[in-house]
Antibody
Framework: QVQLQQSGAELAKPGSSVKISCKAS????????ISWIKQTTGQGLEYIGY????????NYNEKFKGKATLTVDKSSSTAFMQLSSLTPDDSAVYYC????????????WGQGTLVTVSS | DIQMTQTPSSMPASLGERVTISCRAS??????LNWYQQKPDGTIKPLIY???NLQSGVPSRFSGSGSGTDYSLTISSLEPEDFAMYYC?????????FGSGTKLEIK
């Protein structure tokens, strides 16, 4: 069965970076893009971008350019998202999701990773 | 960016009731509209894609409809496991955007 297992909660200081992971199993990793979505109480769900897990090509929501960097490690079927120059506004739950590109459907989701930015 | 407005933001309802959740786009989105359910533990799953197509494994009590700027998700007869948050998502234009959510609560 398809599973996306995300790394655990992070507590980070303002100005630092965090890198969260999303390990895929139950399917051929390079056959599907992985997207990342941010969820906060105030802003709801926000689309960050996607990575082509085969080529490593990326596409970002303009809002998250310079904030998020998406990468993959095909050898371990793992996608990563690094968030840099953290501020309290980056505190959120971050989800990875496998994408059905023809209908831009997030068909499978990870369990979410809570990132808290606080001094 | 296309703004997606969901109404109502919360909805008390009873078991067995038929409910409809609305989603309005700030411009026409040509039926490029998906629906998701989020449980209190954070688990998210897709329900409907391209306005009215039921995702595999989703019960037939869920249905979607709409066109232009106005779309809806209907649950024909509420089951206990349906009390959750629901979100719409458009993919007509970049960036993909989501509605603000509707919380379906037990009356």
């Amino acid at each position: 069965q398809v599973q996306l297992q995300q790394s655990g909660a992070e507590l980070a200081k303002p100005g630092s970076s965090v890198k969260i992971s999303c390990k895929a199993s139950g399917y051929t990793f390079t056959s599907y893009y992985i997207s990342w979505i941010k969820q906060t109480t105030g802003q709801g769900l926000e689309y960050i971008g996607y990575i082509n897990t085969g080529s490593g090509g990326t596409n970002y929501n303009e809002k998250f350019k310079g904030k998020a960097t998406l990468t993959v490690d095909k050898s371990s079927s793992t996608a990563f998202m690094q968030l840099s120059s953290l501020t309290p506004d980056d505190s959120a739950v971050y989800y990875c999701a496998r994408v059905v590109t023809t209908v831009a459907l997030f068909a499978y989701w990870g369990q979410g990773t809570l990132v808290t930015v606080s001094s | 960016d296309i703004q997606m407005t969901q109404t109502p933001s919360s909805m008390p309802a009873s078991l067995g009731e038929r409910v409809t959740i609305s989603c309005r786009a700030s411009q026409g989105i040509s039926n490029y509209l998906n629906w998701y359910q989020q449980k209190p533990d954070g688990t998210i799953k897709p329900l409907i894609y391209y306005t009215s197509n039921l995702q595999s494994g989703v019960p037939s009590r869920f249905s979607g409809s709409g066109s232009g700027t106005d779309y809806s998700l209907t649950i024909s007869s509420l089951e206990p496991e349906d009390f959750a948050m629901y979100y719409c998502q458009q993919y007509d234009s970049s960036p993909l955007t989501f509605g603000s959510g509707t919380k379906l609560e037990i009356k």
